[in-house]
């Protein structure tokens, strides 16, 4: 019997004390990791700011930005505290303490300064929200170049998107704020170089193929360096200004006359989002639209409100705010087409109050988008909703009464205004409603499963006050297990998104007479061999 | 003058005979039969055949059945008897489309031909949130009391003795909502979603 206690007891100590240890560790033992550093861009130039990661936080060593912000570190008067000055302005950290008084002001830092063996640690956004207070030139970081700009240089932001369809490839890139360029044409890349002092690029990861291998930063000059493959022939550029003084510059990039015509299979296995790209629309349909300039996306249910749950835990809720997400980014690069979601996080949101987003910020289409259940787990299949009529006739019929209203108005008369009733502003808009849920159902029954009855009317409450057309999808039965799994897989989503996405532009080509987009392209064909040469669009 | 009595007292009876039958005979012949059907389709006598609705075997469509239920005379007790039956738990292999639990709480029917039809939340909590599963519910409750009641034009659902804007979260609540087949199988009134008034093709 001894013999079996004594281990045990043993073991009870060393699990104590490991415990204690545990406990102790919060304070002295959270482990750091080196971090990609940030670069700063003043008129002196260029300079690397190391940081590190506690526990996946990025903070920064106090003393890398004493010399380029002129700081004076005083030593540690009382244990805990750190004064910092520049000139007579004053901040005083506190470790472990997320509030940093900066010249007599409270300033909140998302996390507290550390102190570890008598270092000062501080969040990046240290730099931005409290440097930037006693610094005489202004300081902006921007997280996701990893840039610290300091005083008054030009730092454009340029976004890079690169979508490949079949043969052709378009590169688009936002500048913020719009910047001039110039695209010279060298025999393996294109460089787009801006008038500025330094780039914020932020690219996206790319699989090569056989019209770009890579995007990169061109060094030190404030250009990015396309590097082109070997299928390439020619581009266009098209230059477009973009909401907030931005603007976008689109490259679409054609392959050679000898490649274009056969089928090039991809030159490196696809990225994880080739699903999403096998069958987009031809550029040629991707051109700005004359009458649909904004979507509402609603991603069904949320918050409080779960929706379907399928047998192996799936909630509508996560598959509709996964797919409005996806819905979203294509739309956005490649209609360049502006969104409206009705929830963005996991938040519960009344079903009048979607419509009312999608009508106060003027969408031109609605899209509720949901998972639909059914008892018996064979059910399957997409289905595609309009509202029906028949259940408002009664009040369609007196609806009259409520056009050609007179309003009164500031600074007195009054001006006579159609008042459309909230159950009524979806009335309107049906038919079109109709001939787009047609589209949409015909669309996604190229790439899914629908169900038996694809396309349905039914009295919605969310497509009720919608004052614009409006449908409702139900992608696919989650109580099916094959089709749970289906709903949660990139396949099915991309598949979903192509299908809608296609469907918006054929009904934009419908309203709007198929009428192409006016755009100021000019068509640069270049052979590999030319000498390099230079076009500024 | 014995004559004369006999006259007098003929009179008198005919006025009795005449007040009764005025006053009693008639109300009494003319009362109308205590509603045979209160709209019913069929009747046998203290039986009515009425029809309700459950889930196909796909889970795609809703189909009828034939029930007999005790004939009432008052349509609100007709109704009631119809959505209790409704409501419960059918024989297998049948499935309802009612979530498990659900009660009537009232039922009452207006002049109009409105009937507002009050469940026990256990409509909304016990629900697998489908939206065609909240069809299906909605259309068995509404084709249950439109179609077996022709008096009875639409039903509006309440909860709990409260209009509720849905069930859970898609078909609309907030008024009365007619007779509608398109979810019930081989029925003639299912028809395809009204044709649009577009001319031009589609373009692709």
């Not at chain 1, 990225?271 to 004359?290: N, V």
């Amino acid at each position: 019997m001894s013999d079996t206690y004594i281990p045990i007891g043993t073991m009870t100590r060393r699990l104590a004390l490991a415990a204690c240890l545990l406990l102790v560790a919060p304070g002295s033992g959270r482990s750091q990791t080196p971090d990609a550093p940030l670069t700063l861009i003043s008129s002196a130039g260029r300079r690397l700011l190391p940081a590190v990661a506690f526990d996946g936080r990025r903070m920064i060593d106090l003393r890398e930005l004493a010399a380029p912000f002129g700081l004076t570190i005083a030593d540690a008067q009382q244990p805990g505290r750190l004064t910092v000055s520049r000139g007579e302005q004053v901040i005083v950290l506190t470790a472990d303490e997320g509030l940093v008084s900066v010249a007599g002001r409270l300033v909140s830092l998302p996390s507290p300064p550390l102190e570890r063996a008598g270092i000062w640690y501080v969040p990046l956004d240290f730099i931005g929200r409290a440097l930037a207070l006693v610094h005489d030139q202004s300081v902006e970081l921007r997280r996701r170049s990893g840039l610290v700009v300091v005083g008054d240089i030009r730092v454009p932001q340029v976004v890079a998107r690169y979508q490949r369809t079949g043969p052709q490839a378009r590169l688009r890139l936002m500048i913020t704020p719009a910047t001039e360029h110039v695209i010279e044409l060298e025999p393996d890349r294109l460089v787009i170089t801006f008038e500025s002092d330094a780039l914020d690029l932020v690219l996206p990861d790319i699989a090569p193929d056989d019209l770009v291998t890579g995007l990169r930063s061109a060094g030190t000059r404030p250009a990015l360096t396309v590097d082109l493959g070997a299928a390439f022939g020619a581009y266009t550029a098209t230059n477009e200004p973009a909401i907030g003084g931005g603007g976008e510059l689109v490259l679409d990039l054609r392959p050679t006359e000898a490649t274009s015509t056969r089928v090039v299979p991809p030159a490196a296995p696809p990225p994880p989002e080739a699903g999403a790209d096998a069958d987009l629309p031809a550029l040629s349909e991707l051109a700005p639209p004359r009458t649909i300039r904004a979507i509402a996306i609603d991603p069904g249910h949320g918050g409080d409100d779960t929706g379907t749950r399928g047998p192996n835990g799936t909630l509508e809720k996560e598959v509709t705010l996964d797919v409005a997400r996806r819905l979203r980014n294509a739309i956005e690069s490649q209609l360049g087409l502006r969104i409206v979601l009705t929830r963005t996080a996991d938040a519960t949101v009344a079903l009048d109050e979607r419509a009312a987003i999608a009508n106060n910020n003027r969408a031109d289409l609605f899209i509720s988008l949901h998972t639909n259940a059914s008892l018996r787990e064979s059910a399957t299949g997409a289905e595609v909703f309009y509202l029906s009529l028949d259940e408002y006739d009664e009040e369609a019929h007196t609806a009259s009464v409520f056009t050609g209203q007179p309003i009164p108005v500031v600074g007195g008369g009054s001006r006579v205004l159609d008042i459309v009733p909230w159950e009524l502003a979806q009335l309107r808009h049906v038919d079109q409603s109709a001939r787009w849920a047609e589209i949409v159902a015909d669309e996604l029954g190229l790439r899914l499963p629908m169900s038996p009855r694809g396309l349905q009317q039914a009295p919605f409450r969310v497509l009720v006050g919608a004052n614009m057309p409006a449908v409702l999808v139900e992608m696919g039965f989650i109580s099916n297990p094959d089709q749970e799994a289906q709903l949660t897989s990139t396949t099915f989503q991309a598949a979903i998104v192509n299908g809608l996405l296609r469907s918006i532009v054929r009904y934009r080509d419908d309203v709007a007479g198929g009428v192409p987009a006016p755009g100021q392209a000019a068509a640069v064909p270049a052979e590999r061999s030319d000498a390099p040469q230079g076009q500024r669009p | 003058m014995k004559r004369e009595y006999w006259i007098y007292g003929a009179l008198a009876a005919a006025a009795v005979l005449g007040a009764w039958v005025l006053l009693v005979g008639l109300p009494r012949w003319y009362v109308p039969e205590p509603a045979p059907s209160a709209g019913t389709a069929a009747t046998d006598g203290e039986f009515v055949e009425v029809t309700l609705f459950y889930i196909s075997d796909d889970g795609m469509q809703l189909v009828g059945f034939e029930r007999r239920l005790k004939r009432q005379a008052a349509p609100a007790e007709q109704a009631r008897i119809i959505l209790e039956a409704q409501l419960a738990e059918p024989p297998a292999p049948l499935l309802s489309p009612i979530p498990t639990g659900t009660q009537l709480r009232a039922v009452y029917l207006t002049e109009r031909g409105d009937a507002f039809v009050d469940l026990t939340e256990e409509v909304t909590l016990g629900h697998s949130g489908g939206s065609l599963e909240e069809l299906f519910t909605v259309y068995a409750i509404v084709n249950a009391v439109t179609t077996n009641l022709p008096a009875i034009q639409a039903v509006q659902i309440l909860v709990n003795g409260r209009e509720v804007d849905t069930l859970v979260g898609h078909v609309d609540l907030q008024r009365p909502l007619e007779r509608n087949m398109l979810w019930v199988a081989d029925h003639e009134d299912v028809a395809a979603p009204r044709p649009t008034s577009f001319g031009r093709e589609t373009s692709s």
